[in-house]
């Protein structure tokens, strides 16, 4: 199973979402950012490097919000939601072709890849 880490970054109560560009997996839907965990790096160390690959600015990573097991038609993916702060939001986008600070109360009205779901869920659901 492939783990995914994601950038869970909040700015006065939004949240930040990326859309997936026309020709890759999951094109048109809104995501967490971020990206495969490769052999050897924890999922902070995977996000840190992914936000910077995938938006062009640096990110810090802090501890794990969520956890979500999720099976595409491709395999399956454990996608780690951890907490982001970052740097800048002047987004140099490659794998996306579009990103939104969405009002928490709004985000379960974004058509968000499967797998973020059930994070999108807990993360407006009052503690």
Same mark, same amino acid.
């Given at each position: 199973?492939?783990?995914?880490?994601?950038?869970?970054?909040?700015?006065? $109560?939004?949240?930040?979402?990326?859309?997936?560009?026309?020709?890759?997996? &999951?094109?048109?839907?809104?995501?967490?950012?971020? $990206?495969?965990?490769?052999?050897?790096?924890?999922?902070?160390?995977?996000?840190?490097?992914?936000?910077?690959?995938?938006?062009?600015?640096?990110?810090?990573? $802090?501890?794990?919000?969520?956890? &979500?097991?999720?099976?595409?038609?491709?395999?399956?993916?454990?996608?780690?939601?951890?907490?982001?702060?970052?740097?800048?939001?002047?987004?140099?986008?490659?794998?996306?072709?579009?990103?939104?600070?969405?009002?928490?109360?709004?985000?379960?009205?974004?058509?968000?890849?499967?797998?973020?779901?059930?994070?999108?869920?807990?993360?407006?659901?009052?503690?």
């Amino acid at each position: 199973m492939k783990t995914v880490a994601a950038a869970i970054a909040l700015r006065a $109560g939004r949240v930040l979402l990326a859309r997936r560009r026309q020709g890759e997996s &999951n094109q048109g839907c809104w995501e967490f950012p971020g $990206g495969a965990v490769r052999k050897g790096e924890t999922p902070q160390q995977a996000l840190e490097r992914e936000i910077f690959e995938e938006l062009g600015v640096k990110a810090t990573a $802090g501890p794990v919000f969520a956890r &979500n097991e999720h099976r595409y038609p491709g395999g399956a993916i454990m996608l780690v939601a951890v907490r982001a702060e970052l740097e800048s939001a002047d987004f140099k986008l490659t794998d996306h072709d579009l990103t939104e600070w969405v009002p928490l109360e709004k985000l379960l009205e974004y058509d968000l890849s499967p797998a973020d779901i059930p994070i999108a869920r807990k993360l407006t659901t009052p503690a």
